[in-house]
């Protein structure tokens, strides 16, 4: 696990911005962007031996970054997982023959391979725990005169591992337990999984309310066509009760599925669901005809990907009354997201539930033998609070403000600080691991402003005859907390190198970070950074400032 944190710490060398290129440069382009550097740094054109060993490591760069980017296989690597792809042991096999979508697969088959490689050492398990709270006496008090008790009125823990055999063969197993009111129940299942050449086939046996076996499978009919079923028997003391299931899927477009599912058994029903979703909502629609209730379901998601937020409406209307629900989902952590919404209807009366869904890597390891096991947890907690039998307008409404405000207090005293902290700790982790190259990177950002004086020369002089894009003054770094002024010891100045930039009076930079430009580097790693640009165009003094990320064209 260390080697897997250090390259991931590593710093990746940008070829596009070490080239003033965008991500999708013409040949045309990139050819253009390494004559003009090579017009700089090529040791040929420096006559003094210490300009021309700086010139050999600025021009070993351009080089580096134009045979990657100018030859379609390597570029399609590396825009596809980036430097360490053009490291990555196996590619000696891949024929450059190959188009880049060839390659993007070999890389992807490469990637199952060394998956295959660990099979053996991983299982997902994935649990489930549901608490019902029953609050219906803080709205609805049966004695004015007693505190309102809140109370646990039910309880379930569900818990599943699957333990690949081989690459087609899989050992699931089940457990789930269930407490109400002082009664329980409880059951366990093992089920041995086969994935055929269009489908796959389970056979699973279990125990609990009586012994069960069933039998499932599906099978892919075409590019758009699925088929999924199964049996089970329950072998209870009053006889063998069985159920039959299916379900039929159809691709209807790119971004539509269809489905029709029957289900025989004690609770019979048919199901028809259209689910629609895209990168920015997600709409699902179902109408169920069964034993005892006949409903219609209709959802819809609204996703905010840049805030990592979804919200979700829903409502289901049919023979046992009608039920609307809305609410919101938040990530905070990366492997880790919050739900909560409230659900108002009749007969259910108004219901607050609040969802904790965590993914985490368990590291397991035996010192006899030096077996290590990496194993990915998915776990969620559900808290469904029942707040009232009945519509109340007090219930309601407390039921929507509450999450908001422990959201934002929880965020502002615990969630903000602890990220802040984390920050902090991996921008320390990346400086220690990378302090020998962002000092090398400074170094060299310090010679290639040296060798560009010539250049800057010869570009400010064109630019100042014909009144052009003449550049006063550039500084790149972090801000002051309480100024808008610059860091001196976190900034530097790069009036040289963005000068050397301006073509025909014109000066574009692209979306990424400016630290790989030629004559730029990090002063302050894991810090917000900025570019102020002091500037005349048409003998007009001018001054812009940007993000770091953010592009500029200049005039």
Same mark, same amino acid.
């Given at each position: 696990?260390?080697?897997?944190?250090?390259?991931?710490?590593?710093?990746?060398?940008?070829?596009?911005?070490?080239?003033?290129?965008?991500?999708?440069?013409?040949?045309?382009?990139?050819?253009?962007?390494?004559?003009?550097?090579? %017009?700089?740094?090529? =040791?040929?054109?420096?006559?003094?031996?210490?300009? *021309?060993?700086?010139?050999?490591?600025?021009?070993?760069? $351009?080089?580096?970054?134009?045979?990657?980017?100018?030859?379609?296989?390597? &570029?399609?690597?590396?825009?596809?997982?980036?430097?360490?792809?053009?490291?990555?042991?196996?590619?000696?096999?891949?024929?450059?023959?190959?188009?880049?979508?060839?390659? %993007?697969?070999?890389?992807? %088959?490469?990637?199952?391979? /060394?998956?295959?490689?660990?099979?053996?050492?991983?299982?997902?398990?994935?649990?489930?725990?549901?608490?019902?709270?029953?609050? $219906?006496?803080?709205?609805?008090?049966?004695?004015?005169?007693?505190? =309102?008790?809140?109370?646990?009125?039910?309880?379930?823990?569900?818990?599943?591992?699957?333990?690949?055999?081989?690459?087609?063969?899989?050992?699931?197993?089940?457990?789930?337990?269930?407490?109400?009111?002082?009664?329980?129940?409880?059951?366990?299942?093992?089920?041995? &999984? %086969?994935?055929?050449?269009?489908?796959?086939?389970?056979?699973?046996?279990?125990?609990?309310?009586?012994?069960?076996?069933?039998?499932?499978?599906?099978?892919?009919?075409?590019?758009?066509?699925?088929?999924?079923?199964?049996?089970?028997?329950?072998?209870?003391?009053?006889?063998?009760? =069985?159920?039959?299931?299916?379900?039929?899927? !159809? +691709?209807?477009?790119?971004?539509?599925?269809?489905?029709?599912?029957?289900?025989?058994?004690?609770?019979?029903?048919?199901?028809?669901?259209?689910?629609?979703?895209?990168?920015?909502? /997600?709409?699902?629609?179902?109408?169920?005809?069964?034993?005892?209730?006949?409903?219609?379901?209709?959802?819809?998601? &609204?996703?905010?990907?840049?805030?990592?937020?979804?919200? *979700?409406?829903?409502?289901?209307?049919?023979?046992?009354?009608?039920?609307?629900?809305?609410?919101?989902?938040?990530?905070?952590?990366?492997?880790?997201?919050?739900?909560? /919404?409230?659900?108002?209807?009749?007969?259910?009366?108004?219901?607050?539930?609040?969802?904790?869904?965590? !993914?985490?890597?368990?590291?397991?390891?035996?010192?006899?033998?030096?077996?290590? &096991?990496?194993?990915?947890?998915?776990?969620?907690?559900?808290?469904?609070?029942?707040?009232?039998?009945?519509?109340?307008?007090?219930?309601?409404?407390?039921?929507?403000?509450?999450?908001?405000?422990?959201?934002?207090?929880?965020?502002?005293?615990?969630?903000?600080?602890?990220?802040?902290?984390?920050?902090?700790?991996?921008?320390?982790?990346?400086?220690?691991?990378?302090?020998?190259?962002?000092?090398?990177?400074?170094?060299?950002?310090?010679?290639?402003?040296?060798?560009?004086?010539?250049?800057?020369?010869?570009?400010?002089?064109?630019?100042?005859?014909?009144?052009?894009?003449?550049?006063?003054?550039?500084?790149?770094?972090?801000?002051?907390?309480?100024?808008? +002024?610059? *860091?001196?010891?976190?900034?530097?100045? !790069?009036?040289?190198?963005?000068?050397?930039?301006?073509?025909?009076?014109?000066? +574009?930079?692209?979306?990424?970070?400016?630290?790989?430009?030629?004559?730029?580097?990090?002063?302050?790693?894991?810090?917000? *950074?900025?570019?102020?640009?002091?500037?005349?165009?048409?003998?007009?003094?001018?001054?812009?400032?940007?993000?770091?990320?953010?592009?500029?064209?200049?005039?």
């Amino acid at each position: 696990m260390a080697s897997d944190n250090e390259s991931e710490a590593e710093l990746d060398e940008n070829y596009y911005t070490f080239l003033n290129l965008p991500r999708d440069a013409t040949s045309e382009q990139i050819n253009t962007a390494y004559r003009k550097q090579s %017009r700089i740094y090529h =040791p040929d054109k420096h006559m003094e031996p210490e300009n *021309k060993k700086r010139a050999e490591i600025m021009f070993n760069r $351009t080089k580096r970054a134009y045979e990657v980017l100018s030859d379609p296989h390597q &570029r399609a690597i590396y825009d596809s997982v980036g430097e360490k792809g053009l490291k990555t042991e196996g590619w000696e096999i891949v024929h450059r023959t190959k188009t880049p979508a060839e390659i %993007r697969d070999e890389y992807q %088959r490469l990637a199952e391979a /060394a998956e295959d490689r660990r099979l053996q050492q991983r299982t997902n398990p994935r649990g489930n725990i549901t608490i019902n709270v029953n609050a $219906t006496e803080i709205f609805t008090p049966y004695d004015e005169s007693e505190m =309102p008790r809140v109370e646990i009125g039910s309880m379930s823990i569900a818990q599943s591992i699957e333990a690949p055999i081989t690459r087609k063969d899989m050992i699931i197993m089940s457990g789930n337990l269930y407490s109400s009111n002082g009664t329980g129940s409880g059951g366990f299942m093992v089920a041995g &999984r %086969r994935l055929l050449n269009k489908g796959w086939v389970e056979l699973c046996v279990g125990a609990g309310n009586g012994f069960l076996l069933g039998l499932k499978g599906g099978r892919t009919l075409s590019s758009k066509l699925t088929l999924n079923g199964g049996t089970n028997m329950n072998f209870q003391e009053n006889g063998v009760i =069985p159920a039959v299931f299916s379900s039929l899927a !159809v +691709q209807l477009d790119k971004h539509t599925v269809g489905s029709l599912t029957l289900n025989a058994g004690p609770q019979s029903s048919l199901t028809t669901q259209i689910d629609h979703s895209n990168d920015n909502h /997600a709409i699902s629609t179902s109408f169920v005809i069964g034993t005892p209730h006949i409903y219609f379901n209709i959802s819809y998601t &609204r996703k905010m990907m840049e805030n990592e937020l979804k919200l *979700k409406l829903a409502t289901k209307v049919g023979t046992f009354g009608f039920m609307g629900e809305y609410g919101v989902e938040k990530k905070v952590s990366k492997y880790s997201s919050v739900i909560a /919404a409230v659900s108002i209807g009749v007969p259910s009366g108004v219901i607050l539930k609040f969802k904790f869904v965590t !993914v985490s890597l368990i590291i397991c390891k035996v010192l006899i033998g030096l077996l290590f &096991r990496i194993l990915r947890s998915n776990q969620s907690y559900v808290f469904p609070i029942h707040l009232s039998d009945e519509i109340v307008p007090a219930a309601v409404f407390y039921a929507t403000v509450t999450p908001v405000i422990a959201w934002f207090l929880i965020k502002k005293s615990i969630m903000d600080p602890m990220e802040a902290e984390r920050k902090s700790m991996e921008v320390e982790r990346t400086k220690r691991q990378n302090e020998q190259r962002l000092t090398a990177k400074k170094l060299e950002a310090l010679a290639a402003i040296h060798l560009m004086q010539s250049t800057y020369n010869r570009i400010l002089t064109e630019e100042q005859d014909r009144r052009g894009l003449v550049i006063k003054r550039a500084i790149y770094g972090c801000l002051s907390e309480d100024s808008p +002024q610059f *860091k001196a010891e976190a900034s530097h100045d !790069v009036t040289i190198p963005i000068q050397c930039l301006v073509r025909d009076g014109t000066l +574009q930079l692209y979306e990424s970070s400016k630290s790989d430009l030629p004559g730029f580097y990090d002063p302050s790693l894991g810090d917000d *950074k900025f570019l102020s640009i002091e500037y005349t165009y048409n003998n007009v003094l001018k001054t812009v400032k940007v993000k770091d990320t953010e592009s500029l064209r200049l005039p």
